[in-house]
């Protein structure tokens, strides 16, 4: 069965530093993939060129098919990855349905009759132009979209009911820590993407929290979503993921089920460095 992603000999380096330094992995229709690793092991580097944050320096990038990694961050959304960032990004003065709204923006088309002409730097205006009129003069297409729209959001928030419901309509400054996380993850969710990217999604949450959005995370992959995950909290990815991908130096070092990559020495070393290994197998 074709890979959602085909990651194939990625490169990133900063001033020198190789950051990622030849990874390639698949991500398979269904299949939730953790990559894990030390601080600087280039695990979010990694998610920023999935998604285009910043651009490659080497290898390639493929999504259901497309190649991507030639593509900028709004054309590789609508191709079918949505992301959450380790420093959660909520838009602040928005309410927790218009933050969730946001999300559907690369679904448009009746509210964006020439999307495509976004990307031609010469003929943006054109694209901006018939967004202008749809949203003033409005069309029938555009009033099912939007009833659609509605649908949408309300189906996310209700992911989240118990935390979210009641605070639909409330700015998201005034949510919680968690409460904006969890907004997050439902804008991610709204378009419904190929590709779930979550760029560690417990940051921050108490045991309880992060029981909670474990649990949303096992919903999602009883649905058939397709995730790629970074997270520290090593039980969480234990219990979520298919596969689990260590890295270390901008490599990977490890990778496999989660049994194997738990027991596996170079993963021991790469979290607990050489002389604690050492001591371990004297003793």
Known sequence: MTAVLEV?????????????????????????????????????????????????????????????????PARIAEHGIARTFQNGRVFAALSVADNVEVGL????????????????????WVAL??????????????????????????????????????????????LSYANRRRTEIARALAPRPKLLVLDEPTAGMNPSETAEVLGQLLELKAEGQAMLLVEHKLDLVMTVSDRVIVMDGGRIVAQGA??????????????????????????
């Open 8 to 72: 194939t000999g990625l490169r990133r380096h900063f001033a020198g530093l190789a950051a990622v330094d030849g990874v390639s992995f698949t991500v398979g229709p269904h299949e939730v993939v953790s990559i894990i690793g030390p601080n600087g092991s280039g695990k979010t580097t990694t998610l920023n060129l999935v998604t285009g944050a910043i651009p490659a320096h080497g290898g390639s990038i493929v999504l259901d098919g497309t190649r991507i990694d030639v593509a900028d």
């Open 105 to 124: 923006h690369t679904t448009l088309r009746a509210h964006r009759p020439f999307h495509r002409l976004s990307h031609l730097v010469g003929l943006r």
């Open 129 to 174: 132009l018939g967004e202008l009129v749809v949203a003033v003069v409005g069309t029938p297409a555009a009033r099912r979209e939007r009833r659609a729209i509605d649908a949408t959001v309300a189906a996310e928030i209700e992911r989240f009911e118990a935390r979210l419901g009641p605070r639909r309509d409330d700015p998201a400054y005034s």
């Open 258 to 283: 989660p049994d194997e990559v738990r027991a596996d020495p170079a993963v021991i070393e790469a979290y607990l460095g050489r002389r604690r290994v050492a001591a371990e197998e004297r003793a």
